[in-house]
């Protein structure tokens, strides 16, 4: 059962596809003020909802990080035979997976926002899936709990299970091996605020990508959920000008 207010949400517009893809632990609300945005512009939009998300945090134990690209995958391929070009937008993990997609499916771009290139590093992290029978639950940090409470009317999960992060860690890798392969134009957005996941990941996943069209547009006074903070329509207005710079001719 879906948490309410947390559904995937579709609208349909003009030949531009846009699949937005939200955050671990997240839901497809966090994207739901962007689609809103963009369909305004006149696209198509999808935001989907990653496999073990928006019902109850135990349902990620049973998921593996290629069930979270599926997801993506399928959101694709839905908007395939209704538009003439698939962009991917994705925010945290969603901008993984975005950047992992754009190495793999058929899209024309990709905005990966606040994106990991690497998780922080932890002495307990290479042991996750062994620890999981005694802690089988993983809190927040400080700076990410500050991030929820900010978001308190948004729908998330408020632990996950220590075991999945192994698929996160396994799903950055993936990723990470792809960037060098991902030919078409790349927008990156991150804030030197997010406490979350640290500002050196956009540089780093800037200088690991080969394709020419590779961009990034700082932030300054928002937190790691970009899509819902003080400086989200200048995000907005950043991944429509870059749709309409790199998109095909109407």
């Known amino acids: 059962m879906l948490i309410p207010g947390a559904e995937p949400f579709f609208f349909p517009g003009g030949e531009t596809g846009v699949v937005l893809v939200h955050g671990f632990t997240g839901t497809p609300f966090e994207m739901r003020w962007m689609g809103e945005y963009l369909a305004r512009q006149g696209h198509t939009v999808l935001g989907v909802r990653l ?8 349902d990620l134990l049973r998921i593996h990080w290629q069930d979270w690209l599926a997801s993506v995958e399928e959101g694709v391929l839905l908007l395939k035979p209704h538009t003439r070009q698939v962009f991917l937008m994705g925010l945290s993990l969603g901008g993984v997976l975005s950047l ?17 290139y690497r998780l922080p590093n932890h002495p307990l992290l290479p042991f996750a899936r062994l620890l999981h029978p005694f802690m089988p639950r993983q809190g927040f940090s400080q700076a990410e709990n500050q991030t929820a409470a900010s978001q308190s009317d948004h729908p998330h999960y408020p632990y996950f299970p ?51 069209h590779k961009e990034k547009l700082w932030l300054e006074k928002s937190g790691h959920v970009i899509t819902c903070e003080p400086e989200r329509e200048t995000v907005f207005a950043a991944a429509q000008a870059f749709l309409q710079r790199v998109g095909m001719p109407a």
């Open 51 to 58: 496999a073990g998300h928006a019902t109850q945090p135990d």
């Open 100 to 116: 992992l997609g754009g190495a793999l499916l058929p899209v024309q771009g990709v905005v990966a926002m606040s994106t990991l």
């Open 162 to 212: 220590t075991r999945v992060v192994c698929e996160l860690t396994d799903c950055v890798q993936a990723m990470r091996q792809a960037l060098p392969e991902i030919k078409i134009p790349v927008q990156l957005i991150h804030s030197h605020q997010d406490g979350t996941v640290a500002p050196e990941n956009m540089d780093l996943i800037y200088a690991a990508l080969k394709t020419p």
